[in-house]
């Protein structure tokens, strides 16, 4: 495994971090839970990724129990808040009331007595931003969370709060995450930049294009029995990339991959990480071996002809719109 900081801060994240969404507490049993968590470990991972709100609160108490035992100076644990997490009308968003009362609860599920980050996992514009960043502080000061981030910010939305908590004296915002894969690009034109200069690193979700990139699913055929295209809980979320254009061109990208002697979820995690201002790639798994499978990607380089290569075999499917990144208009 390799380490980088997370932003300009003084924490080193794995560059591969391992994330249970849809798959801790809904798709997977407890014990291939277990398993991925254990080859993750095995593997070098240190940082895991996670958030109230997945399996209903359940995926926090499946990755609080698979870390059990496990030194917790060795870690660094990951959650967020925003999205509900009860039918009540303060069970959701960024207000201070919502945010104290989650973390507490996260705490509790993760079996520990403080994340090493804590991210707004979506803007909240029902909330001023101040009464969330002095909370996010409050945290901070009662040991409860080490860092701040948020996840799919705008560039406009990140740089509000790193102003705001520049003049108040605030803690600042050390991370941002965006979805990030050789598909969906969206960060590049405005998020980088901005983030670069002012030390934000990004942790990326859906390096893989939750499995699309590994080239398992073919163009006109049923996605494989058991993958998450198949998955009640899943298919929803991937249905996006399930389109016979984009499942063709990603064919293409098979001989660039075996030109490098690399699986094709392993091309798809360095190109993430070709990106200086990644700090990690977080990846889901099912099963183990997809784990041990796609930390092989730590140190690879691409250079610039595999780059063009990959470019010129996804052509016009790669996403780039800055405008895609977007928060609920109102809290939902
Ligand atoms: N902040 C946010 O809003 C947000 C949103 C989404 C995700 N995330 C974070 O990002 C993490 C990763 O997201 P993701 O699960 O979509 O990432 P991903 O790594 O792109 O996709 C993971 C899925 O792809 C399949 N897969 C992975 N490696 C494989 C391999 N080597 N061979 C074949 N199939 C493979 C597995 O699904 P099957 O076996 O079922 O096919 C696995 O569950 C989440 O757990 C979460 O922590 C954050």
């Known amino acids: 495994m390799e380490f980088r900081h ?26 291939a839970a277990k398993q991925c968590v254990q080859a993750a470990l095995d593997e070098g991972i240190t940082t895991f990724d996670t958030a109230d709100v997945y399996a209903g609160t359940k995926a926090e108490a499946v990755l609080g129990r698979a870390l059990k035992g496990v030194r917790r100076e060795s870690l660094e644990i990951f959650t967020k808040v925003y999205w509900p997490t009860g039918s009540g ?58 860092y701040v981030g948020v996840s799919e910010w705008t560039a406009d939305q990140i740089a509000q709060a790193l102003e705001i908590a520049d003049e108040m004296g605030f803690d600042r915002i050390v991370s941002n995450q965006p979805q990030y894969s050789m598909l969906w690009r969206v960060i590049e034109p ?16 859906s390096p893989i294009a939750q499995g699309v990139l590994t080239g398992k699913y073919l163009p006109g055929q049923q996605p494989p029995a058991g993958s998450r295209a198949t998955d009640p809980g899943g298919s929803a979320m991937i249905s996006r990339f399930m389109d016979d254009e984009v499942l063709t061109r990603v064919q293409e990208l098979r001989p660039i991959a075996a030109d490098l002697g690399l699986s094709m979820a392993q091309l798809a995690v360095a190109w993430v990480l070709q990106n200086p201002n990644v700090a990690s790639a977080i990846v889901g798994a099912t099963r183990p071996e997809q784990v041990r499978d796609n930390v092989k990607a730590v140190g690879v380089k691409l250079d610039a002809d595999v780059l063009k290569r990959i470019d010129d075999a996804l052509g016009p499917i790669v996403e780039r719109d800055p405008a895609k990144t977007a928060s609920p208009k109102s809290r939902p």
């Open 190 to 205: 405005e998020i980088v930049p901005l983030s670069e200069r002012e030390g934000v690193g990004q942790i990326v979700w």
């Open 89 to 146: 009308p303060n069970d959701r968003g960024l207000s201070r009331k919502h945010i104290t009362e989650s973390i507490n609860a996260s705490l509790r599920r993760l079996q520990t007595d403080y994340v090493d980050l804590y991210q707004a996992h979506r803007f909240d514009f029902e909330t001023p931003l101040e009464e969330t960043l002095k909370t996010f502080d409050d945290l901070v000061r009662q040991g409860k969370v080490l």
């Open 6 to 31: 997370l932003g300009r801060s003084g924490l080193m994240v794995s560059e591969i971090s391992y994330g249970n969404w849809l798959t801790h507490g809904s798709q997977v049993e407890e014990d």
